[in-house]
């Protein structure tokens, strides 16, 4: 006996209103900002007006005010040491809790403790720690590299927890059994069986640190170590501020993290999609 179909029905005025809302909200703001880094300072009457003439030399004038290579440089050095050591220590980190957590007392508070910090805002605890931050020396790329690190672990620990429940214990025990020690099976066995959230990990944390701008601006004080975000201060003078140069700014910090995204934003749904069944 066959089974009937059902018709699907598509709201078709609300679908083309949700997609109206989706090209207002997102293609809005960029188009805004494109249209005003080309133009020149007596244009900015109507900022959605196109340019009369191009100015491409808005984009040129940025690059030199904020210093953009040396810029450019420490803020990605930041971010791919960042990344790497997170990927590297939070994945360890989060393996060790996830197994031995229903087998040891304090590997299961370690989980809450990690977990906990989540709900802490980062403005409670920035005083403090520009204090610390300044008493060991701290203020630098390598410092605020390593509070990257450890200020991503609570979120990254409670991601990776879902991976690694996911898999199954019976392919460690035959990799002790084959002789292997808990570190080989680690990084030959669940290691590459994570790869859909370490991709999930990598691109938040490549985005939040590329973004960031609250902990360079409480921590870096020393000009040298200013990343891209904290060179956006150039454009605001005492009584005006140039709004061509600065939107010309934010497209060159905007475009390489856009890249990133856009190649790499189908590892992020498949890796919270993944992570987030058995978490």
């Known amino acids: 006996m066959k089974k009937a179909r059902v018709k699907e029905r598509v709201n078709w005025p609300l679908t083309i209103l949700l997609f109206a809302l989706a090209i207002l909200l997102i293609f809005g703001p960029l188009y805004i900002t494109v249209v005003i880094a080309l133009k020149s300072p007596q244009e900015m009457g109507n900022v959605l007006a196109l340019p009369k003439q191009i100015h491409w030399q808005n984009f040129a004038d940025a690059w030199k005010m904020t210093e ?34 229903e087998k040891n007392w304090f590997f299961k508070v370690m989980y809450y403790y990690f977990i906990s910090a989540m709900f802490i805002p980062f403005n409670v605890l920035m005083l403090p720690l520009v204090k610390q931050a300044s008493l060991f020396h701290m203020d630098n790329i390598y410092g605020i590299t390593f509070l990257y690190i450890i200020f991503g672990l609570p979120m990254n620990t409670f991601l990776y927890a879902g991976q690694v429940k996911s898999l199954p214990v019976a392919l460690e025990e035959a990799a002790i059994i084959d002789g292997a020690t808990t570190t080989q099976t680690f990084i030959k066995i669940i290691f590459p069986l994570m790869k859909p959230m370490s991709a999930t990990v990598a691109i938040m944390s490549f985005m939040w640190t590329w973004n960031d701008f609250l902990m360079p601006l409480v921590l870096l004080s020393d000009a040298k170590y200013q990343t891209l975000q904290l060179a956006q201060y150039v454009f605001k003078g005492q009584f005006a501020t140039q709004y061509n140069l600065a939107f010309a700014s934010y497209l060159m910090v905007l475009i390489p993290i856009l890249i990133v995204y856009v190649f790499c934003q189908k590892w992020i749904i498949a890796g919270v999609t993944s992570g987030s069944v058995k978490a």
Do not use: D, G
Request: net charge positive.
């Open 68 to 101: 953009y290579p040396k810029k450019f440089i420490n803020t990605l050095f930041i971010t791919v040491v960042t990344l790497v050591f997170t990927i590297l220590t939070n994945s360890m980190t989060a393996y060790a809790i996830t197994r031995n957590k």
